[in-house]
């Protein structure tokens, strides 16, 4: 087998890049009582409760403008579908929101569920979702939240870059690497591919 080695300069230019398949190993925790107290998570439950609440009403509202034209509690999903698709724009218009608003309230409930036990829980995507739906002002506990953990992935990202482009590219690091080329050139050594 004939192999491509890089270049030297290729190879230092390599070197002290990231990689897009490469885990930072700063990368900070996705812990929740790590970025939150007691009480800010507390806040933050009160917060979603009230915007579940308000998407409470507005599903309601949402219903009763929808009519007979929402899904009927006897009538199947397959039996909805192929009515809806036979809908107006205008009608769908009316009939959207009432599944967007369960969606929403959907994901708030996961993100109240995960929450819930802080010692033990795990920043919830789908909090990203929430906040990015309903914006900070809506949810400022939450919105605090996100804004720790992503100045922490800054802090640690910076970091990691600092140390890929401080890796060693001199004359010593180059003969590392040419002895290591040379192993994986040398025929006498078996090797088996595990995919």
Same mark, same amino acid.
């Given at each position: 087998?004939?192999?491509?080695?890089?270049?030297?300069?290729?190879?230092?230019?390599?070197?002290?890049?990231?990689?897009?398949?490469?885990?930072?190993?700063?990368?900070?925790?996705?812990?929740? =009582?790590?970025? $939150?107290? !007691?009480?800010?998570? +507390? /806040?933050?439950?009160?917060?979603?409760?009230?915007?579940?609440? &308000?998407?409470?009403?507005?599903?309601?509202? =949402?219903?009763? $403008?929808? !009519?007979?034209?929402? +899904? /009927?509690?006897?009538?199947?999903?397959?039996?909805?579908?192929? &009515?809806?698709?036979?809908?107006?724009?205008?009608?769908?218009?009316?009939?959207?929101?009432?599944?967007?608003?369960?969606?929403?309230?959907?994901?708030?409930?996961?993100?109240?569920?995960?929450?819930?036990?802080?010692?033990?829980?795990?920043?919830?995507?789908?909090?990203?979702?929430?906040?990015?739906?309903?914006?900070?002002?809506?949810?400022?506990?939450?919105?605090?939240?996100?804004?720790?953990?992503?100045?922490?992935?800054?802090?640690?990202?910076?970091?990691?870059?600092?140390?890929?482009?401080?890796?060693?590219?001199?004359?010593?690091?180059?003969?590392?690497?040419?002895?290591?080329?040379?192993?994986?050139?040398?025929?006498?050594?078996?090797?088996?591919?595990?995919?």
């Amino acid at each position: 087998m004939i192999w491509n080695w890089m270049s030297r300069e290729e190879w230092a230019k390599h070197r002290r890049s990231i990689w897009a398949d490469e885990e930072n190993p700063y990368a900070p925790s996705k812990r929740l =009582a790590d970025y $939150a107290s !007691g009480p800010d998570i +507390q /806040q933050a439950r009160a917060q979603l409760k009230t915007l579940w609440l &308000r998407l409470g009403r507005e599903l309601t509202a =949402a219903k009763r $403008a929808a !009519g007979a034209l929402a +899904q /009927q509690p006897h009538e199947s999903n397959r039996n909805y579908v192929q &009515r809806y698709l036979a809908l107006s724009t205008a009608e769908q218009g009316l009939v959207d929101p009432i599944y967007a608003i369960r969606h929403n309230r959907k994901l708030i409930n996961t993100v109240l569920r995960a929450i819930t036990h802080a010692d033990h829980a795990e920043l919830p995507w789908q909090m990203w979702t929430v906040i990015q739906t309903y914006g900070g002002d809506t949810l400022p506990a939450l919105r605090q939240i996100q804004a720790r953990w992503e100045e922490a992935t800054r802090v640690a990202h910076d970091k990691w870059q600092e140390e890929v482009a401080n890796r060693p590219i001199d004359d010593a690091a180059c003969e590392e690497e040419l002895k290591r080329r040379h192993e994986i050139e040398n025929p006498k050594i078996e090797r088996i591919n595990v995919f």
